[in-house]
């Protein structure tokens, strides 16, 4: 038998491996090239029985925290194996959990599902959030961009600003809670600070957590002292709130706001004590002005009535020392006759003005009593106790909210203070004003008196047979009575300066009054005023130990969000949706990666190019 040579022996056994491999149905073709599965068609299945479902919201944002791609991973909980369909404004779906294939027309998702859980994703068409996330970086007070901010060296701040998306269901803004972490690799970033966010060791990073609550605007910034800054992306996580609290122990609370309770009715009730007290000062004030203003009114007509009585009496004097000394110095038989016997008229004539004389003085005496009496009462009532710089500067920082009235009781006090004043200076010639008074009208009506009897005498005397018997005896009188007119004139004299004295100064008290008056009624205003807030103050915590546990609870409710229904946030069209949680993250910040250099790749070789290399 002729021998094979080993060459094309073995060249015999290289064809047979090759068309072993390369003819279809064979083992290894089988599994080298495996057939892609057919496409399960809609409804090829019975429709599997409604199910619950979850929902992960994933979000992709730019390191500035724009929103650059979302995407949702639904969970559907399948009682038996068949078709069904969910819902979803979606461009592209993606099975998660087999290879069966998922369909998409329009927004609603169509896959033949096994028993148990089926996972795909969903991209939103649109992608949008319910927060509006807004990240802002500066490096040493300079505002730069993420790609700026790479690899940089300084003082680095990093704000970052949530509010609500108002393009999206507000149930999720509403009622969830965001968290937000910010990692910072320590060998790069030092001296870290994130006022209001929690600070904790993760490794060689430092992790700053910060929570907004729900329904929230959030504000928060981190600073950090970086050396070649770079950071891993920003992570943000949201799900509903619940967090059921028990109330507190507010009982001692309770009993400090009965304290104040009871001091707000105590300071209610004094408060309008004083407002009825502010009322009554006024109306007194007032009263008082008006008597004032009355007998400043009197006293003026008095100073120029006393004027024109000082000058009647002066003539009234002259006019009895002229006939006295006539009549004491004529001699028995050469006094005029005639001129005697007018004198009985004439004496006659000055009785009648002084009897006018003391009727004025009586009535403005009447008129003095009745004004000055409540004017001294009242006058004397004002506290004679000073209030000093300091005590006035305790009140203003004691009750900073009151300056306005405060100010209106320092402008009362002062013109208290300057009224009771002038008043310690007149009292004197008030207090003896009305005896002074009662002696000039006693004074006036005796010279009157006297007047009266000597005309009376002098007539006498001139009519009957002895007239010049009796002219010594008139002489006489008429002397007494001039010396006693003398001593009246005087005192006239004294009383008419005392007068106009009385009234210069009465021009001030009166002005004082005037200005009691109209501050008792401000005084009195303002007082009401602070009555009626006091009243409301009272009325607003006369329940307040009550109303306690109410608050805290309802504060406490705001926070359990265990009632709250979810909804999808893929679509409206998906019931039975028990869960929905979002989890977000920013770009890194660093440097661009250089380069590497690309080697050219050798060519693949063929499995023929294989084969004849056995034979090389």
């Not at 009272?538 to 705001?558: A, C, N, R, Y």
Request: proline share 5%; net charge negative.
């Amino acid at each position: 038998m002729k021998k094979i040579p080993k060459i094309f022996a073995m060249a015999v056994t290289a064809t047979a491996v090759l068309l072993f491999v390369l003819l279809p149905g064979s083992a290894f073709s089988q599994t080298a090239a495996p057939t892609e599965p057919a496409a399960s068609s809609p409804g090829s299945r019975a429709a599997a029985a409604s199910a619950s479902r979850e929902e992960v919201v994933y979000a992709n944002l730019s390191p500035d925290g724009g929103v650059k791609e979302v995407y949702v991973v639904s969970v559907l909980h399948n009682g038996d194996a068949g078709t069904v369909n969910d819902y979803g404004d979606y461009a592209a779906v993606k099975n998660l959990t087999d290879t069966a294939h998922v369909t998409l027309q329009g927004d609603q998702v169509t896959a033949d599902v096994p028993k148990g859980d089926f996972y795909y994703q969903g991209t939103l068409l649109r992608p949008e959030l319910p927060w509006s996330i807004d990240v802002s970086f500066t490096l040493d007070g300079a505002e730069l961009t993420p790609d700026e901010l790479a690899g940089k060296s300084g003082h680095v701040a990093i704000n970052i600003r949530t509010i609500q998306n108002p393009n999206t269901d507000p149930l999720f803004f509403d009622n969830y809670l965001l968290q937000i972490s910010v990692t910072l690799d320590t060998s790069k970033c030092a001296n870290i600070t994130a006022p209001g966010g929690l600070v904790a060791n993760a490794g060689i990073n430092k992790l700053v957590t910060y929570t907004v609550m729900p329904g929230k605007a959030g504000d928060m910034t981190v600073e950090t002292d970086a050396a070649d800054f770079s950071m891993n992306g920003i992570e943000l996580s949201a799900v509903p709130l619940s967090m059921r609290l028990d109330p507190p122990d507010t009982s001692a609370m309770k009993a400090d706001l009965q304290k104040l309770t009871d001091a707000v009715a105590e300071l209610n009730d004094g408060l309008a004590q004083l407002e009825n007290g502010s009322l009554e000062l006024k109306n007194g004030a007032g009263d008082l002005s008006g008597g004032s203003s009355s007998f400043a009114a009197g006293l003026r007509d008095l100073t120029g009535s006393a004027a024109g009585l000082y000058g009647g009496s002066a003539q009234i004097k002259e006019a009895l020392n002229t006939i006295a000394g006539s009549m004491n110095g004529a001699p028995g038989g050469s006094l005029d006759l005639s001129g005697l016997m007018r004198l009985p008229d004439g004496l006659l004539q000055l009785a009648a003005g002084l009897d006018g004389v003391s009727s004025g003085l009586m009535e403005l005496n009447a008129g003095f009593t009745a004004s000055y009496a409540p004017l001294k009462a009242a006058l004397l009532e004002i506290p004679g106790t000073a209030i000093s710089d300091a005590e006035w500067a305790r009140l203003y920082q004691n009750n900073p909210g009151d300056k306005d009235l405060l100010d209106q009781l320092a402008a009362y006090y002062a013109s208290a203070v300057k009224t009771k004043a002038v008043f310690e200076n007149v009292q004197p010639l008030f207090d003896t004003m009305e005896s002074s008074l009662n002696q000039l009208s006693a004074s006036a009506g005796q010279i009157s008196g006297a007047l009266k009897e000597t005309a009376a005498q002098i007539k006498a005397a001139l009519e009957g047979s002895e007239a010049f018997a009796q002219l010594s005896q008139l002489s006489s009188g008429l002397v007494a009575l001039s010396e006693q007119y003398g001593e009246f004139h005087e005192g006239l004299m004294l009383f008419t300066g005392g007068v106009s004295e009385l009234n210069k100064n009465y021009g001030s008290l009166n002005a004082g009054l005037s200005g009691l008056r109209d501050g008792a009624a401000e005084l009195s205003g303002g007082l009401g005023k602070a009555a009626d807030g006091v009243s409301e103050l009272h009325d607003g915590v006369s329940d307040l130990p009550q109303k306690t546990d109410e608050e805290i609870q309802k504060l406490l409710d705001e926070y359990d969000k265990s009632d709250i229904k979810p909804v999808s946030f893929a679509s409206p069209k998906n019931i039975n949706t028990t869960a929905v949680q979002f989890v977000m993250k920013t770009d890194k910040i660093e440097l661009p990666e250089a380069p590497e250099t690309i080697q050219e790749a050798a060519p693949s070789k063929t499995i023929l190019d294989r084969f004849l290399d056995l034979f090389r």
